[in-house]
């Protein structure tokens, strides 16, 4: 019995100590505020995200092409707006990089 | 001892409270110190819990029936292996389980994403929140750690679980429920930081996966288990309890495939957040139904106080996951829309709407004796034929789909096309159902029409295999460049080989019964058996009879084979049954005997052809779940830069 409470409290001395760690590491910090993403840098990664569906799309499409799914006429019909949905993905996050370092380089 | 486990368990308890509390208010106001000390109590709650499941293991090990739980559960001359499995053999010691996996599942996902802070810091006290309730529930309703006076012996293990299954099915079942939770806080965890985008699903989709095939091979496993021990010949009932599996992994199936859908045309994110919360939400439904003993099976363990707290647990789930999907819809909104009812994405679609409509039937299934006896006080029973109905109208469907899906273009496909792609397994299908009709396989509809469709899969799937070697120049770089798909693909050829085991051996089974005494015959379905003697057995902790009969088929030998039964002095008899599996059908002889007077036996046999491929189709699911599961450098990178780009 006491050998088990003193264990236990071993036990809860170890775990407190485990849990307080951020505080005795740093007690008083610069910033103790959490990462958050700006609204600008959620925007980006919408369009990183769209970006990367759009390249994948286009693959998908090459390769059912190179497999024979999708015929050399549904190819042609298809190609050149995803194609142009690449670009357009593009052409957003690069404005938005633009935007970005604009907005940096006026602070 | 028991003060230790008592001790840890509260510690624990504290430990997820404080995950919880602590959590969301350093994810509410931002404060990261805080945040990452909710991240420490959810790691040290493994640690802590570690430690009162190794005072249970030690309390198993060593027969100390001063705890209750072990004497419940274990006797004197339980071999050391099936006493250790005792841990998962009563319900407090399930729940222990439960709580083990979760704590451990939740340090491993938050040490792994620690660097996503603004999303872990939300998942943290969703995890906090489920392990509360494990953790309460273990330390003042339904705990392990209750001690008495120590009998002389405790009441053993029911024999049908001293079986080797007993030391794999229980805890492949738990891996899969709980592993569950990980995609749950996540998406839940999403929908509370505003984080909707696919971050979530990139950081659970191992997880996801990985808890889905713990899920599939835990009851595969439990299916064999059956099979060779309850002594009837089957494998699956529709037990509810096996139900309550069986719904969580078809939900997880549905999500496994919306997801990919949200993934690559930003669709579904409703959808996938619902059947997330659906799978969760059902693989707590089925610990409920296992531990509380609201039903009866061969599963449940007798009445508990435990339904009404996990019913109240079940309510709020589905309340705060409802709440927050309703809150956060402006967010999930999807900007493309489906182009085409002929594409690929349009046949994930609507397997979707099958396995949800099937998990949803199989639920009314359960619920509706639970309900009959609630509302109006009758005892009803919903039985096999209900379940096999829907079996057939959804899980034909869906078989097709598998075969039909790697056919279809993403995006949208032509007719043209269409008609091409679907010549060569057509005609196979086709073929394949006229041969069978020719050689008699027409007595059962369902069966024909499996083998049919089932055909039409395995060209299909073939051909994809061809075309994209063809367009790659090797299968093993067809496979290396996009592992899910293709290990996705080798998961359908197992679920084909599956559903071929499951046709043959239920469509085209043979059983007879017969009363031989010593030198009689039977014949049943080309095999004679021949009664030779009946042996007495001897066990470590049992006595019995082992009736030997000889196999042969077509005048030749092929095997022994040698049901009985086996009786334990403290739990009861057990039926043995003796399998001969033959490499000709694929199948099994299925043989159980009991005595009927002195040395005359009854003896029940069954002819279940295909039935062993089942069970081959468990280790190519298993190896297609690893393809799909392993790491992809390529992918990793990418994904990367993605998040880095973001920030950037």
Known sequence: ?107 | MAELGRAALLLSLGLVAYAVLAGAHAAYHRRRRLAVSAQNALIAAFATTIIAAAVLWTALARRDFTFAYVAQHTSRHLPLGYALSAFWGGQEGSLLLWLLILTGYGALAVYLNRRQRELIAWVVPVLGGIAVFFAFMLSFVSSPFDTQPAPADGAGMVPSLQNPYMLAHPPMLYLGYVGLSIPFAFAMGALLSRRTDERWIVMTRRWTLAAWTFLGVGQLLGAHWAYVEIGWGGYYAWDPVENAAFMPWLAATAFLHSVMIQEKRGMLKVWNMVLVALAFGLSIFGTFLTRSGVINSIHSFSQSPLGGWFLGFIVVVTVFSVVLIYVRLPLLRARTRLESLLSREATFLYNNLLLVAFCLTILWGVVYPLLSQAVRGETRSVSKPYYDFFLHSFGLPLLLLMGIGPLVAWRRASLRSLGRMFVVPFCVAVVTGGVLLGLGYGSSLPGLLAYTFSAFVAASIVLEFVRGRRATGSVFRLVARNRRRYGGYLVHVAILLFAIGVAGSSAYQTVRQQTLAPGQSMRVAGYTLTYQRLDSVRGANYTGFRAVLDVARGGSHVATVAPGENLYPIEGPANEASLYHDPRTLGDVFTTAQIAKGNVIDLKVLTKPLVNLIWAAGFLFVFGALVALWPDAVEQRRLADRYAAAAA
């Open chain 1, 1 to 107: 019995m006491t050998a088990a409470l003193v264990l236990g409290a071993v036990l809860a001395l170890v775990v407190v100590a485990f849990v307080a760690r951020p505080f005795l590491r740093e007690p008083a910090p610069a910033s103790d505020d959490l990462v958050q993403l700006s609204e600008g840098e959620r925007r980006r990664l919408e369009l990183v995200e769209e970006r990367d569906r759009a390249v994948a799309a286009l693959r998908e499409l090459e390769f059912d092409h190179r497999t024979g799914k999708v015929t050399d006429f549904d190819y042609r019909e298809q190609v050149g707006p995803l194609r142009r949905r690449v670009a357009e993905a593009l052409k957003a996050l690069e404005g938005g990089a633009q935007a970005g370092r604009e907005r940096k380089a006026g602070n």
